[in-house]
C-alpha cells in the first residue's frame, strides 16, 4: 500500500516556542492531506484539510494563526504549531489520498507525538 | 451531527475467541466505512472497508457487518490472538462528499494469551 511518512516521530519543545511537523507521501502523490489531532485514549478529530497550491481548510474550532499549514508541493503538507502551550500536547497525524485514484483509501502517518514543556 | 471524541471502552478478551466490537455512526448520509486498527504510538492502519449498497464484508479473519437503519457497524475478528490487541475505530466518509474520514470513539481491545 501507500506509503505517507511524519517527521519528526516525537518533539518535545519549551512553551512559546514553534514546532514544525512534516507529513510527506513517499510514493505518490497527494492533491489534499489530512490533518488529525488525537489526545490520550480518545478519538481522532479532523483539523484541517490541506489543499495543495491553496490555502487549508480548517475546522470549526481550530485556530488557523496558531496551526499553520502549508502544502507546497504533491508529496508534502507541514503543521506549524506556533507559539506551542502544554495544551498543545497531543499526538498529531496527517493522512493523504492518492490523487486522481478512484479509491477513496486513506492512507496515515505514524503520528508525531509533541510535547511541550 | 459530528461524532465526538469520547474515553475508549474497553473490550477484553481470550486468545482464539472471536471478537466483535461495534460502533455507531452519525450520518445517515455517510456511504463509505472503515474500520481501523490503532497500535501505541502509531497512526491508523487500514483493516477493512465496506460502502453504503453491502450490508457484509469479508476479509481475512475480520467480517464488517453494516446496519444501515440504525446506523450500526460491527467488526468481528475471528480467533482473537495478542497482536491484535489494539484501539479500534469505525470511521464514516461520503456524507461531505470529499470522502474524509470522521472516526468514531474507538474500542481498546485487550486480548489475554
Known amino acids: 500500500g501507500a506509503v505517507v511518512s511524519q517527521h519528526p516521530s516525537w518533539v518535545i519543545c519549551k512553551s512559546g516556542t514553534s514546532v514544525k511537523i512534516e507529513c510527506r507521501s513517499l510514493d505518490f502523490q497527494a492533491t489534499t492531506m489530512f490533518w488529525y489531532r488525537q489526545f490520550p485514549k480518545q478519538s481522532l478529530m479532523l483539523m484541517a484539510t490541506s489543499n495543495e497550491g491553496s490555502k487549508a481548510t480548517y475546522e470549526q474550532g481550530v485556530e488557523k494563526d496558531k496551526f499553520l499549514i502549508n502544502h507546497a508541493s504533491l508529496t508534502l503538507s507541514t503543521l506549524t504549531v506556533t507559539s506551542a502551550h502544554p495544551e498543545d500536547s497531543s499526538f498529531y497525524i496527517c493522512s493523504a489520498r492518492i490523487q486522481g485514484a478512484i479509491s477513496t483509501e486513506a492512507f496515515f502517518g505514524q503520528g508525531t507525538r509533541l510535547t511541550v514543556v | 451531527g459530528e461524532s465526538v471524541g469520547l474515553h475508549l471502552p474497553t473490550l477484553s478478551v481470550q486468545e482464539g475467541d472471536n471478537s466483535i466490537i461495534n460502533c455507531a455512526y452519525s450520518n445517515s448520509a455517510s456511504d463509505y466505512f472503515i474500520w481501523y486498527k490503532q497500535e501505541s504510538g502509531k497512526g491508523p492502519q487500514f483493516i477493512i472497508d465496506?460502502?453504503?449498497?453491502?450490508d457484509k464484508r469479508q476479509g481475512q479473519r475480520v467480517t464488517v457487518l453494516l446496519n444501515k437503519t440504525v446506523k450500526h457497524l460491527s467488526l468481528q475478528i475471528a480467533a482473537t490472538q495478542p497482536g491484535d490487541s489494539a484501539v479500534y475505530f469505525c470511521a464514516e466518509t461520503g456524507a461531505r462528499g470529499s470522502y474524509i474520514p470522521t472516526f468514531g470513539r474507538g474500542t481498546s481491545l485487550i486480548v489475554h494469551p
Open positions: 465496506i460502502r453504503s449498497n453491502m
